[in-house]
């Protein structure tokens, strides 16, 4: 099945289903590899993994190269945090031309101003694209696509911005009307109270995704309740690497030396195998019957 008509399957499905964050291709094999059946390529933790903020101060093209590192990498669907799109409704339909190229399944954006800045720093004075500008965008993108089954999620930031549950629905129908394939309803409260009022108030119009790194005390089987499609696990696999390599450094400049790291951390091997060394020596044999084991030993030994 095309990694497009599978993410399709898992935002439209009546079943809730997950989607979990990576940023690189070695943390989308290893979502894969977990038994997730889609992966968020999180647009936080891809321009931290890069050190840079999430204002989109990682060019677009640079997260296309990482894309495509994870869309080679995996079998399963990619949905991209595509920020705004990059610019305006020009820029994002290119972003969609250039995704498919690679194989990513998804695109969502979200209805705030370029450049964009992170959702939970100081989100009530972030400004928000018109409803006109960003149905345009969604339009744009949909017109463009190639592959019927290419997916634009519409991420509406109403709550963030402390506009409401008034408007926070009234984008939701206008981007719906657009063409967008879902919605992602964003909050930041420590409760799932303003996600609570928006579903009851929509009554399971159109797909809804929502991302509870704020809400995280509130049960699972409440969002199956309310009628969510799908649950975006949003960085965190991003934030358990980032505690693992602070303790590993820190460790290791205080004992200098290996002794007592080495159980904590996974072996050599285990790199090799998720890089899929074996397929290489595989094919090595396959397509280079002149060369014998003890060549390529001494090859590789100088």
Request: hydrophobic share 40%; charged share 25%.
């Amino acid at each position: 099945m095309k990694k497009t008509t599978q993410l399709k399957k898992i935002l439209s499905s009546p079943k809730l289903n997950f989607l979990m964050e990576a940023h690189n291709g070695l943390s989308a094999k290893i979502v894969e590899e977990a038994g997730f059946n889609g992966i968020w390529a999180s647009g936080l933790s891809i321009s931290a993994s890069m050190g840079l903020r999430d204002n989109n101060e990682a060019s677009w093209t640079e997260v296309l190269d990482i894309l495509e590192n994870m869309s080679d990498a995996t079998e399963i669907p990619i949905l991209l945090d595509g920020d705004t799109g990059y610019g305006n409704f020009n820029n994002a339909r290119r972003l969609v031309k250039k995704l498919e190229q690679i194989n990513i399944a998804g695109v969502c954006i979200e209805d705030k101003t370029f450049p964009k800045a992170n959702s939970f720093i100081n989100g009530e004075a972030q400004p928000l694209a018109s409803i006109e500008e960003f149905s345009g965008k969604i339009k744009a993108m949909k017109d463009t696509q190639l592959d019927k089954d290419f997916m634009v999620v519409a991420r509406i930031e109403a709550f963030i911005a402390g506009w409401g549950l008034k408007e926070a629905l009234k984008r939701a129908e206008a981007y719906r009307k657009a063409g967008a394939d879902a919605i992602l309803m964003h909050s930041k409260k420590s409760t799932i109270e303003e996600i609570e009022m928006f579903m009851k108030e929509w009554s399971g119009r159109h797909p809804v995704v929502i991302v509870p790194t704020k809400y995280y005390n509130t049960p699972t089987e409440q969002f199956r309740k309310l009628g969510i499609n799908a649950v975006i696990w949003a960085n965190h696999n991003l934030r358990a690497s980032v505690k693992a390599m602070q303790n590993i450094s820190k460790q290791i400049l205080q004992e200098e030396n290996l002794i007592h790291v080495e159980n904590q951390i996974v072996s050599v091997e285990e790199i090799f195998r998720l890089q899929n060394a074996e397929e290489l020596q595989t094919a090595e044999k396959k397509y280079l019957p002149g060369t014998t084991e003890k060549e390529q030993s001494e090859e590789i030994g100088g």
